[in-house]
């Protein structure tokens, strides 16, 4: 459809979301993602107060200086 991969992901995530809080009659939810997964969760989370929870499975790590000193570490 030529539209941006992230707003066809968004799309689907808000519609999601919708039919979990319709069908079980709750107001929010918890996200689940396994790696992109877990960034996409991450990001429409801050964007939709519905979403309360996240449970992020090998999400992108930024790299600190604590990053680089654990990986030094290890």
Do not use: K, Q
Request: hydrophobic letters at 40%; charged letters at 25%.
């Amino acid at each position: 459809s030529g539209r941006p991969i992230g707003d066809i992901i968004d799309e689907d995530l808000r519609d999601a979301v919708a039919e979990a809080c319709r069908l079980s009659g709750a107001t929010s939810v918890v996200c689940m993602g396994i790696c992109l997964g877990a960034d996409t969760s991450f990001s429409y989370a801050a964007r939709d107060p519905r979403v309360e929870g996240l449970v992020l499975l090998d999400p992108y790590v930024f790299r600190t200086r604590g990053f680089y000193l654990r990986w030094l570490a290890s």
